[in-house]
């Protein structure tokens, strides 16, 4: 088997796997390492997963881009969200838009995250351009021309540029000695699936509370949610411990009608909640990604999409520096990668926390400002558009 290609991707995530497939059009010999890689073979179609995502414009574009979003549709399984609403729990502040406000067919996408993978490994594995590595990254070197990666059996790979995308706890970035700002939410999330009393009608809800925020997104089933429910620590391991009846009584005490009760379909999944911002998304024949370049709080449902971004971003980078036979690896060659995707980053990772403070706490000055502050975007109609454009990235 050949160990020279032209770029190494260190992850099969999702951001990891749509890069490959979308590098893989441009005769550029691309191989996925991932002791994990495996996971992403089948998909167990008579069963809903537990994890999903809010999928905007730009990541749908993407999709149809790499040629796996026909595939999606077929599935039956993709459901576009027409409505979004946010309420305050004890409280006047509250938005709402429908996407028949502004001519849009529809303000995103929530697809099982599992089923994103599937597709995306499916196009992988038949693609002649790309290889994939069962095996974990142990070590990398590098010269003035290119980088070097061990696996696990000693293989040694050469290429002129390794992409990380292996998530928020990146191999590559440690060994690399790449510094992250860290900020803790003081956060944890609860991730599930639930059975609503009342079908969620194409929309999103959120609630914030003084606590923490509960998230529905609708998924391909009328009754059918995601349910995202970030808390504080304590309460995170409180709720993941009560019996399945008594989470639901909690639930249903925070959303009450606006969803009606609720059923577990799958079990509780529970993470920690952190911002994370690489100080170098960028360095000698290496790039950050997704995930191992920057986390955020999942409050608006961008994380992917930043990582989708960054991925259709740094493929253009490339195909450019490729048709112009100009060296990929070079850290020179994708300055303006690094400045964009960490202006656009460091926007949002500071929207996220503004927003996340705003909500946090039963403070009578923080209600009257988030009260005034809500419903005067909910009556604005130009610049509720403005900040619906940016979240679809259209």
């Given at each position: 088997?050949s160990?020279?290609?032209?770029?190494?991707?260190?992850?099969?995530?999702?951001?990891?796997?749509?890069?490959?497939?979308?590098?893989?059009?441009?005769?550029?010999?691309?191989?996925?390492?991932?002791?994990?890689?495996?996971?992403?073979?089948?998909?167990?179609?008579?069963?809903?997963?537990?994890?999903?995502?809010?999928?905007?414009?730009?990541?749908q574009?993407?999709?149809?881009?790499?040629?796996?979003?026909?595939?999606?549709?077929?599935?039956?399984?993709?459901?576009?969200f027409?409505?979004?609403?946010?309420?305050?729990?004890?409280?006047?502040?509250?938005?709402?838009?429908?996407?028949?406000?502004?001519?849009?067919?529809?303000?995103?996408?929530?697809?099982?995250?599992?089923?994103?993978?599937?597709?995306?490994?499916?196009?992988?594995?038949?693609?002649?351009?790309?290889?994939?590595?069962?095996?974990a990254?142990?070590?990398?070197?590098?010269?003035?021309?290119?980088?070097?990666?061990?696996?696990?059996?000693?293989?040694?790979?050469?290429?002129?540029l390794?992409?990380?995308?292996?998530?928020?706890h990146?191999w590559?970035?440690?060994?690399?000695?790449i510094?992250?700002?860290?900020?803790?939410?003081?956060?944890?999330?609860?991730?599930?699936?639930?059975?609503?009393?009342?079908?969620?009608?194409?929309?999103?809800k959120q609630?914030?509370?003084p606590?923490?925020?509960?998230?529905?997104?609708?998924?391909?089933?009328?009754?059918?949610?995601?349910?995202?429910?970030?808390?504080?620590?304590?309460?995170?391991?409180?709720?993941?411990?009560?019996?399945?009846?008594?989470?639901c009584?909690?639930?249903f005490?925070?959303?009450?009608?606006?969803?009606?009760?609720?059923?577990?379909?799958?079990?509780?999944?529970?993470?920690?909640l952190?911002?994370?911002?690489?100080?170098?998304?960028?360095?000698?024949?290496?790039?950050?990604?997704?995930?191992?370049?920057?986390?955020?709080?999942?409050l608006?449902?961008?994380?992917?999409?930043?990582?989708?971004?960054?991925?259709?971003?740094?493929?253009?980078?490339?195909?450019?520096?490729?048709?112009?036979?100009?060296?990929i690896?070079?850290?020179?060659n994708l300055?303006?990668?690094?400045?964009?995707?960490?202006?656009?980053t460091?926007?949002?990772l500071?929207?996220?926390?503004?927003?996340?403070?705003?909500?946090?706490?039963d403070?009578?000055?923080?209600?009257?400002l988030?009260?005034v502050?809500?419903?005067?975007?909910?009556?604005?109609?130009?610049?509720?558009?403005?900040?619906?454009?940016?979240?679809?990235?259209?």
């Amino acid at each position: 088997m050949s160990t020279q290609f032209d770029i190494v991707i260190v992850g099969s995530g999702l951001v990891g796997l749509a890069t490959a497939c979308a590098l893989s059009k441009y005769d550029l010999k691309i191989a996925i390492i991932d002791a994990k890689v495996h996971h992403n073979e089948s998909f167990p179609h008579n069963e809903i997963g537990v994890r999903a995502s809010a999928i905007n414009g730009a990541s749908q574009r993407y999709f149809s881009q790499i040629g796996i979003w026909d595939d999606l549709l077929n599935s039956h399984r993709v459901q576009e969200f027409t409505e979004i609403g946010v309420w305050e729990k004890n409280g006047l502040a509250q938005l709402s838009a429908h996407a028949k406000d502004y001519s849009y067919p529809n303000l995103g996408y929530i697809i099982e995250n599992n089923l994103i993978s599937y597709y995306l490994y499916l196009f992988a594995r038949e693609n002649h351009n790309i290889t994939i590595f069962n095996l974990a990254a142990i070590d990398n070197c590098y010269n003035d021309d290119y980088a070097f990666l061990t696996l696990a059996d000693n293989t040694i790979l050469q290429a002129k540029l390794i992409i990380g995308a292996d998530g928020a706890h990146s191999w590559l970035r440690k060994h690399e000695k790449i510094s992250v700002f860290e900020r803790n939410y003081l956060h944890h999330v609860v991730i599930t699936t639930v059975e609503t009393q009342n079908p969620h009608q194409s929309c999103a809800k959120q609630i914030f509370y003084p606590n923490g925020i509960v998230a529905f997104l609708p998924l391909w089933q009328a009754n059918k949610s995601c349910l995202v429910w970030s808390t504080k620590p304590d309460q995170a391991t409180i709720l993941t411990s009560l019996t399945e009846s008594e989470f639901c009584q909690e639930l249903f005490k925070l959303t009450g009608d606006k969803v009606g009760k609720c059923q577990l379909i799958n079990q509780r999944m529970v993470f920690p909640l952190k911002a994370r911002f690489a100080k170098q998304f960028v360095k000698h024949r290496t790039v950050l990604i997704g995930d191992a370049a920057h986390t955020i709080h999942p409050l608006a449902g961008q994380g992917v999409n930043l990582g989708f971004q960054d991925s259709a971003l740094l493929v253009s980078a490339i195909k450019q520096l490729h048709d112009k036979q100009k060296d990929i690896g070079l850290a020179d060659n994708l300055k303006s990668f690094q400045f964009t995707r960490r202006k656009d980053t460091f926007v949002m990772l500071t929207a996220m926390q503004t927003i996340q403070d705003m909500f946090n706490g039963d403070n009578i000055l923080k209600k009257t400002l988030r009260t005034v502050g809500m419903n005067a975007i909910d009556n604005c109609s130009p610049l509720k558009k403005q900040l619906i454009k940016y979240a679809m990235h259209i």
